[in-house]
């Protein structure tokens, strides 16, 4: 079983930038494909990016392209998601997950993938 440790959240202003990391223990973490997705009040969890294996085959959701970057030290057993120019609708819980599987072919995007998952980390970001 992996498990996994979100880290890094906290209160920001509209315009700031915050580091997330996801701390892997209990498992191979450089053979797993990390992902990292959100959920806000009253809504379903959504896909914010998501990297493979070995640092590559990086993919973001439309609405943080240009904002996040998603990044892996497998040395470490760390994943991160560094968070720039946030904004009010960035505010949700932020989880990592993890999977096993090839994302070749899979639906990378949906929290059905991942079999592994932190308990999340609040980012709230005020305007």
């Known amino acids: 079983q992996v498990q996994l440790r979100e880290s890094g959240g906290g209160l920001v202003q509209a315009g700031d930038s915050l580091r997330l990391s996801c701390a892997a223990s209990?498992?191979?973490?450089?053979?797993?494909?990390m992902g990292w997705f959100r959920q806000a009040p009253g809504k379903g969890r959504e896909f914010v990016g998501r990297i493979a294996r070995h640092g590559g085959n990086i993919e973001y959701a439309e609405s943080v392209k240009g904002r996040f970057t998603v990044s892996r030290d497998n040395d470490k057993n760390e994943a991160y998601l560094e968070m720039d120019n946030l904004k009010p609708e960035d505010t949700a819980v932020y989880y990592c997950a993890a999977t096993m599987k090839s994302l070749i072919g899979t639906r990378w995007e949906l929290p059905r993938t991942y079999e592994y998952w932190g308990q999340g980390t609040q980012v709230t970001v005020s305007s």
């Open positions: 209990g498992g191979a973490f450089s053979a797993a494909a």
